[in-house]
Structure formats: structure tokens, C-alpha cells
């Protein structure tokens, strides 16, 4: 059994809302498993990277996801949101991906994400963080999407 993202109440797949505390479950960020990254799909790591070896700028390319693969996101010298909301700069449309999800920002002349109190966490490399400055090569798992890091 499923249970309310607010109260934490039970809730079945066909309720609209939850039983407990009336919180709309229409519409809602759906819970996901990570990708286990060392499997065998054909878009790995190592196919990405080779696509985007020679961008000179920072950037995300989605290498598996909903959406279309090999969109890529240029990073600029400001703060980027990223979420399933229209209104964000990096627009991931799928419901496993919160509203406001996560920001990317500038750190010197780096680039670090930062978790926005999603449902279902920012991912990197298979481990849950809530803040991280990214590297080179880097795979950034936002709910169903993954995204490869290139500076």
C-alpha cells in the first residue's frame, strides 16, 4: 500500500485524494528506483561522454529519460532551477521529477546542484546527495531522468 506524501497516512493507487488529510494526490511526484548505472543499455556513460567530448561549456545532456535523449542544458553563470514546472529553467517533464526540484549553481568556476527538498532526491553517480559541487563526467539522476555532467 502507497501512503501520503504530507501525513504519511495510507492511501490506495485509485484514491484522487488521501483519506487522512484531504491532500490531493492528482498530480502529484510519483516515487521512483534509481537506475542501476552499470548496466548494459545502450546509451551508457561512455557513448554520452563521446558525444559531448568536445563541448567547451558546462552542461547536462540527458542520456536516458522520458523526454528526448541528448537534449542538453548549457549551464550559465547564474542560478538554474530544475524541475517539472514550466517555469524552470531546466524543465524535466515527468511526474517522478518534483516541481521545484533542484538548483544548479556557480561556485567559482565550477558548478554545484542542490537538492530543493524534492520527493524523490537528486542522485549523483548512485549516491543521494543534498548538495555537491559536480565533476567531469558526473551522472546526475533526477527522478526518471539521468544526466551527464560535461565541462
Same mark, same amino acid.
Given at each position: 500500500?502507497?501512503?501520503?506524501?504530507?501525513?504519511?497516512?495510507?492511501?490506495?493507487?485509485?484514491?484522487?485524494?488521501?483519506?487522512?488529510?484531504?491532500?490531493?494526490?492528482?498530480?502529484?511526484?510519483?516515487?521512483?528506483?534509481?537506475?542501476?548505472?552499470?548496466?548494459?543499455?545502450? %546509451?551508457?556513460?561512455?557513448?554520452?561522454?563521446?558525444?559531448?567530448?568536445?563541448?567547451?561549456?558546462?552542461?547536462?545532456?540527458?542520456? %536516458?529519460?522520458?523526454?528526448?535523449?541528448?537534449?542538453?542544458?548549457?549551464?550559465?553563470?547564474?542560478?538554474?532551477?530544475?524541475? %517539472?514546472?514550466?517555469?524552470?529553467?531546466?524543465?524535466?517533464?515527468?511526474?517522478?521529477?518534483?516541481?521545484?526540484?533542484?538548483?544548479?549553481?556557480?561556485?567559482?568556476? %565550477?558548478?554545484?546542484?542542490?537538492?530543493?527538498?524534492?520527493?524523490?532526491?537528486?542522485?549523483?553517480?548512485?549516491?543521494?546527495?543534498?548538495?555537491?559541487?559536480?565533476?567531469?563526467?558526473?551522472?546526475?539522476?533526477?527522478?526518471?531522468?539521468?544526466?551527464?555532467?560535461?565541462?
Amino acid at each position: 500500500m502507497e501512503t501520503c506524501p504530507v501525513c504519511n497516512g495510507p492511501v490506495s493507487p485509485q484514491d484522487a485524494a488521501c483519506p487522512s488529510c484531504g491532500f490531493k494526490l492528482t498530480g502529484s511526484t510519483q516515487k521512483f528506483q534509481p537506475i542501476n548505472l552499470n548496466d548494459d543499455a545502450p %546509451r551508457d556513460k561512455q557513448a554520452a561522454e563521446a558525444k559531448v567530448a568536445a563541448q567547451p561549456s558546462a552542461s547536462f545532456t540527458v542520456v %536516458r529519460g522520458p523526454q528526448q535523449i541528448d537534449t542538453k542544458y548549457s549551464l550559465e553563470a547564474r542560478e538554474l532551477t530544475i524541475g %517539472r514546472s514550466p517555469k524552470c529553467d531546466i524543465f524535466l517533464n515527468d511526474m517522478t521529477v518534483s516541481r521545484h526540484h533542484a538548483v544548479v549553481m556557480p561556485v567559482g568556476d %565550477r558548478f554545484a546542484i542542490r537538492d530543493e527538498d524534492s520527493f524523490n532526491g537528486v542522485w549523483i553517480n548512485n549516491e543521494n546527495v543534498t548538495q555537491r559541487v559536480l565533476e567531469k563526467d558526473d551522472i546526475v539522476q533526477i527522478g526518471a531522468f539521468c544526466l551527464l555532467y560535461s565541462e
